[in-house]
């Protein structure tokens, strides 16, 4: 076992003669932040290694947009507005990185993922259907715009 939890790390453990993925709650929260207009809500997460978590809760609040509280926590919203998937910052950055320095479509690069993580075909499906068109477009917009302040 870990010293310390890692969030979005998927435990496995041995049930007759395989290895079965182990259930815990995962739960992204802001510490320091007394709101009373918190709210928790499940979403669906695909870590850095492009699998796919259906259940983790996340604490938003009606100080700050959705959006806004994923990216605090290292996801990129699959949706601007009222998110319910999100996706690893570090694998979007994977993912960007692949399409514009090795000029790779991003087809390829979620079956490559798929197969290096071995992901299943419907895995890989959804993964390219969250990430294409307006995801990834606002992703290029938030990474070039990011990039263009810290000059």
Not at 28 to 49: E, G, L, P, Q
Request: net charge positive.
């Amino acid at each position: 076992m870990h010293k310390q939890h890692c969030l979005l790390h998927t435990l496995v453990e041995w049930r007759n003669e395989e290895q079965v993925a182990c259930c815990y709650q995962c739960t992204f929260s802001r510490v320091n932040h007394d709101c009373s207009t918190k709210y928790t809500r499940t979403i669906k997460v695909f870590n850095d290694k492009g699998q796919l978590h259906p259940t983790v809760f996340v604490r938003f609040c009606e100080c700050e947009p959705s959006a806004a509280t994923l990216i605090r926590y290292g996801l990129w919203p699959c949706s601007a507005q009222k998110p319910y998937t999100a996706i690893s910052l570090t694998f979007m950055d994977m993912v960007y990185c692949m399409m514009m320095e090795g000029k790779v479509a991003l087809k390829t690069v979620c079956h490559a993922v798929g197969n290096h993580n071995c992901l299943s075909q419907n895995e890989v499906r959804l993964l390219y259907r969250r990430i294409v068109g307006e995801c990834l477009e606002q992703y290029r917009h938030f990474r070039l715009d990011s990039k263009s302040r810290r000059r």
